[in-house]
Each structure stands twice: as structure tokens, then as C-alpha cells.
């Protein structure tokens, strides 16, 4: 098998390396900077508190998998894991709301969960002050992870397997030929590697420097003390247990007040994130001692009293027994924050053969591990990996000062009630499309999504709430649901539907990819017929080896040679950049350059019954359905601006999207605007958008379908030809895919009552059973109730009833046939 190289053996480079073992694989090396019996990173003295649940799926199956894994790994009669449960408890009214979603989530994602009383809470964990306590959600199978006795197991097992292990030996540079890393350079001279994987933890950012990469987290410090003996818990059969497992009551969360706390024999140990961000320079740690002790590592540093101080006082209110301890000993733990909260894992876009896998929990660090090994060896991981791709952010979200300020308030906020709308608050206004004057003149209500400023409604259309026809007025919505919401988004969808509207397209991610093999990359990289004459638009998909969806993308054939891919995210650009060098190195001549145009670029969608009405006035071009039809583009002039007009629409109305360069923007904007306004046109925004959307059946990438799902569940099928006469990656995967009833599959659910919203994620349930969970949800204006998509089990039919829970209310829906809104095209056709 290839050589590999693991730089780290913390919880994730052990993991990783026992992972490749047991799928064979042999010539692994793994170097480590500290001493291997206690390495000194933060496994070294993570108190392992693991709570599995957390609004991204792929999280959640993550630290599952770690939680079966720390389980089975056995020393001397003691695994590696002591399942407490997980006590989460609510001393506001607020929290305990939240905690009804969260219980939501884990039922979405397949973990036990129940909602419990305070009188339960006291059962289940009798230091607790009864009094502040409202309501708790405990999950039976979250515990503590034991997670340095975890590495010394793993190292001592892959050891034995053949995995070559180097301590106090430390990267120092990485070494590579024609784009390809070749290996190591150490202290200790250099080692040969086809693979690299950096599990460095916090020291991530640092190996990210040796070629180039920037790693997006920052080191924080994060304040962990033990008490002294709490009287109540002395002299009790489990202190005995010298194997840590010396804790019998469920790991606690107070999040009100930014704490957790786990038992330590005796003792209880709290953690607080209540504190100032601490940010830490790895670099400018120092060597790493030869010796490492509890007491003397690199990732700990001097306690700050002063910080916990806040902390000490909720703990002895909520712990009323603390009163008879002191604070024995502190310190402030580093580990690793990002800009979303999330992991970073994968490989690095500049560098084949390089990968990370970084800012991971213990929580999730064999899941981690076992996905990055099945990238290895198959290619792809089960669990979707999007949301702790590595190549998830934007140029702009990678600057040090966008990683240092998102990281810090991610710290901040790690507790706090967060809606799945809230956009940061800062830094803001980093990508402004060239409409963002007007925009704002026209009172746009802006969200930011990848550093771009986009508006979800318009105040300026405020007015025409009071005019909507009887059957449009939006209905009233909860206080949760009402949030970055507005009544407005009904009026604009309303003018979609009846008239035309305008909707800045320009945060969508546009790449080019121009040369003599660019046709064979995109052949081979999507699942449809790219060969159709310049002017063609395509709507495709990428899949990887085995069938799963990573993206699906509109491919525009500009030129012979030149092409226009409309895509979904940074990585997509990764993915398809990385497979041009690939191309080009096993076919010269065939080369490709892609190239991201999204900000070289600026896009407006005009759409409606007028939205011809609107060009008409402005061009003497020919736009007609000959010359331009449905899912074709064009170059014209309007009023003189050159523009591309591309004839596809996401709101299932007829029109275009209509782009320039960014120096013609306003005016381009002005002119649209001025011949528009006598046909009715309004500016509309993202909120409007999504409910036409979701009406017209327009998957979500990422949202409703990921690498988890295929062409046929996700009902998508019409965007593969499986006849093409090259053959494309995913191809023969679909084709034994095809023949096998699907286990789910992604349906259409109309909400009963025509008024409950839900927001997604919430698990659904089928035949009084959660089966399943919402991905995305809006009201769809036009069939005049809320909408949701979900994964149900393939033999859910039309027609039949589900539940969706939301804050612990059941919601009656209904299984649906889609697109709900003009299922036969005519409107685009038009
Ligand atoms: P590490 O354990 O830091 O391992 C990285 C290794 O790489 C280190 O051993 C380091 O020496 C080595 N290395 C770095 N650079 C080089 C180099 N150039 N050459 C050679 N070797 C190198 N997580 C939870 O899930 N639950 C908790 O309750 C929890 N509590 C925490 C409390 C505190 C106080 C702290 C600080 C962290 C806590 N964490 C918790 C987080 C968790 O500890 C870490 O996320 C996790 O241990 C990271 O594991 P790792 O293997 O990625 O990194």
C-alpha cells in the first residue's frame, strides 16, 4: 500500500492510523513531537465529556461511531469509554425550548433521547440544586471517552499491526515533487510518504504554513479546574477505580451559564466557556518538553483565577454541595476553534497527497478518523463530509483576521441559543455585490452566506403586503419561525407569480473552465451530455465513485473550448481543480484551467409572466423562444451593456439570468429597474426565493442531497444519461444503484394545517416511528401552505400521513407528489 505519514498521535493521528490497519493497509508512520507514553497535545488532558447530539448530522454520526469505537477498545478488562449518560439541564425559559429542538435532532440522527423533569434531573444527578432547574434532556448513551488511556491502547494495538511510531520527533518541513507531496522533513532527517495526513491538532496552522496551506482555526485557551473532594462523594466503591472510570453520575451541561461539569472520583471537574477568548499562537509555544507530565505540557497553560470567577459562583448555585470545596487545581487548555464550529478534514486544494484532519473533538475523532481512512482507501467517506470539508470557505474567510475574529465568537457563542438564520454580526460587508447601493436604497434586510452580503426582502415592498389578494396574505408564524423573517417575502413572491422580479444572483459561485480538454474533464466529471453545441445549458450532477451526489452544477457551454460550471460551494472549485491536474498529468494535451469568475462576475435573475415584457424595452436584440429557448444562453446588448443572458430559472418562472462584469452592474441594475417598474417588477430577495423554489421541486445541494444519496432517492434522476459515450465517474455505481430499491428516499411533505412552519432538521415521523428528518422547509406561497423535503423510508407512498416534531408539538403532513407548482414546465417554456 502507499506510505503514510501521520503527523501527531493525539486522539485523531491513532485513530486514523488503527483505521488504515484494519482496512489493510501496511507502511505507516507516525511522527510525534512529544513522548509517546503521554504526547502532550490537548488528548493529553481532555476530560473526554462526549455529547453526541449537535445540528449537523454528519457531527452527530461522527461522535456516535467514536462512542461504539472507545467502547470496544478494551485494556485489562476496561474499555475505553463510560457511558454516564449526558445530563443537559434548563434554568430559562429560553433553554428549555432549545433543548426541545435539540432532543429533535437527536431523534433526526438516530440517538435515544428523552426530555425529563427537574425532579428527574435530581434522580438522575443528585448534587443538583433543584430550584433554578426548569426541565433537562438526558441521552443514555453519551459519557466520558477516556481518551489518553484510548491513544496508549491505539498505539500499543497498531504498533503490534506494523505502524512505525517516532517520538520527540518533529516536522519541520514537507517535502514534494511535480504538486505531490514525497515526504517529511524532521529533526531527525526525512521520512518518504505518498500520503501525508496532518492530526497535529492546534499545531495545525503551523504545518499549514510549510506549504502554503492556510488552515482556518485558531488555538484558544479554555479554562478547565477540579475541585476538592465534594464531602458527599467521599469514601464511595467507585473512587476506588484508579482507570478513570472513577465517575458514576451522568456528564452535566449548564449552558445558561457557559459550563459542564464530569465527576473525578472525589472531585468534580467543571469546564467554562464563559471566559474572554484566550487566543494562542501555536507557534509560539516552544519546543515541547522532553518530559511531559500532567502538570507540564505544552497545550496547558498557567490558570487564570481571575477569569473562572464567575464561573465558581453558577456552579455553587447550581451544585449547592460545591460550597464545601475550593478550587484544588486549574489551568487553561488549548484547543482548536473555526470560523463555523465545524472540523476541518480533507485534502489541501494546493497540494495532492496532503491532507488534514484537524480541530476535531474527541467527541468525534474516531469518526473523523474512520472517514478520513475510507477517503484513503475507497475514495469517499460514507458520512458526508461537507460540512468539515477543508475546502468548505471562501478566499476571504481563510485571511487570519476572518479566522481569529469568527473563531473567538464561535468560542463566545458555544453555548448559546443560535438560530439556524442568524447571520455573524462581525466582520460583515466583506463581499458586496455592485447592486448593494441600491440594494440598500431599496431597505434590503441583508444575511450574509460566504462573506456576500444577500438580501432576503426588500422594506420598500412593505406597502404591498396590505394589497395581496386574500389568498396571498402570509399567514401568522411562532416566534421562532419569525425570525429573519418577514411578511414581505409573500408580496415578492407574489410579483414573481404575476408580474416579474428581480433577484441578485451574483453569491452564487460561477467557475470557468477554458482549454482544449475541457470537454473531456466535464464528460468525465458529470453525469450528463456536455457535447451539445455552445449556447447549451445543462443541468448535471457530480458524483463520486460510488454513486453519492457531491454537488449538482449548471454547465454552460460558452465556446468550444469554454465553459461556465454555476456551482454550490468552494469545494466544488476544489474538486474540480483538482481533477484538471490529474487530467492534465495523465493526458498533456487535454489540459483544463478552472478558474473561479464569481467576483469578475455579477448576475441578476428577471423573472415572471413580464419578464419579457421588461427586456423587451431594452434591447433590439433577439431574445425570443427561437433564438434563445429554455436552458440556452446568449451574449446581446442591453441598452448598450453587455450582458449573457442565461434562459434557466430557480423559481419556476419564465426568464433569465442575466450577467455582466461588475463595472456595469448599477447601471445594468437602473435599467432593469426603470423599464421593469411599468410591468409591475420589484426587487425580491432570498426569503421569497426559497418558497418558489421548494414549490418547484429544485433540490438543495448540500441541504437535501449529499454523497450520502444517489441520483435515484433523491430524485434527480433526470439529470443522468447514463448512455453517454464516455464513461463518468459514478457511472457504474448507478448503474448496480438502478437495479436496488432504495432504503429512503427524499419526498415532498405539505404541512396539514397550512401554517406550521418548520425550519429543517426536525425528525419526521412515520407510522408513529421517527423515520426520518426534514432537510429543508418554506412556505410555498403559490400552493399556499409550508412545505418541506425529508428522507423517508422508501416505502413511505403519496398520500400518506407523517409527523414532524417541532420544539416536541407533533405537526401533521402529508406525503405529496412534486414539483407542487407546474409539474409539466409551461411557465419556463413559455
Ligand atoms: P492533539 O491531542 O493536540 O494531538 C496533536 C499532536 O500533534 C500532539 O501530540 C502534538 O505534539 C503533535 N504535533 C504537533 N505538531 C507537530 C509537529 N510539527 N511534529 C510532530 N508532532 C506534532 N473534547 C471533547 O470531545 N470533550 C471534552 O470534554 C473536551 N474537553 C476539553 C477540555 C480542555 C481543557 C481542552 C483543552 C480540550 C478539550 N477538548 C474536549 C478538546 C479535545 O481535547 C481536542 O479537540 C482533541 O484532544 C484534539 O485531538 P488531536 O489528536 O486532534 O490533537
Redesign the pocket.
Known sequence: SQRVVI???????TNLADELVSRGWKNITI????PLSL????????????YQTNPSKTMTLFAKYTVEKLSSLYKDGENCFNALGGLEVATSPERLEEIKRKHGYAQSWGIESHLITPEECVNRHHLLNKDLILGGLFIPSDGL?L?ARATQILIESTRNAGVSYREH????GIEQAAGHVTGVT?NNGSIPADIIVS?????GV??GKMIGLKVPLLPLG???VKTTPVPCLMGREVNKNINAKNAELPILRHQDQDL?YREHGEQIGI?YYGHRPMPIDAGSLGV?PKNVSDKNM??RLEFTPEDFAPAWKASKELLPALRETEIADG?N????FTPDGGSVVGQAPNLDGFFV??A??????AGVARAVAEVLTEGRSRIDMAECELTRFEEVQLSTEYVSKTSQQNFVEIYDIIHPLAPKENPRNLRLSPFHARQREQGAFFLEVGGWERPHWYETNANLVNILPQEWRPVDRDAWSSKFYSPIAAAEAWKTRNAVAMYDMTTFHRFEIAGPGAVHLLQRLTTSDVTKQPGSITHTLLLNAHGGIISDVFVSRINDDLFQVGANTATDLAYLAREARRQQKHMPGQWAHVRDVTGGTCCLGVWGPRARDVIRDVTLDDFSNKSLPYMSLKKISLAGIPVTMFRKSFVGEHGWEIQTTPEYGQRLWDLLWHSGKPHGLVPAGRAAFNGLRIEKGIRTSGSDMSSEHNAWEAGVAYAIQMNKSIEFVGKAALESLSRKTSAHRLRCLTINDGRSMVLGKEPVFYNGKAAGYVTTAAFGYTVRKPVAYAWLPGNAREGESVEIEYFGKKIKATVTADPLYDPQDSRLHS
Not at 520527533?169 to 519541520?172: G, M, R, W
Request: aromatic share 12%.
Open positions: 503527523i501527531g498521535a493525539g486522539i485523531v493521528g511522527v510525534e513531537q512529544g504526547p502532550g497535545g490537548s488528548t493529553s488532558h481532555a476530560p473526554g465529556l462526549v471517552a481518551a520527533t518533529v516536522v519541520t524532521t492530526c497535529a491538532g492546534f499545531w503551523e504545518i479554555h479554562q478547565y459542564y469546564g515541547t505544552p497545550s489551568f487548555g488549548i484547543f482548536s484532519a484537524e476535531v473533538w474527541v467527541t468525534h475523532s
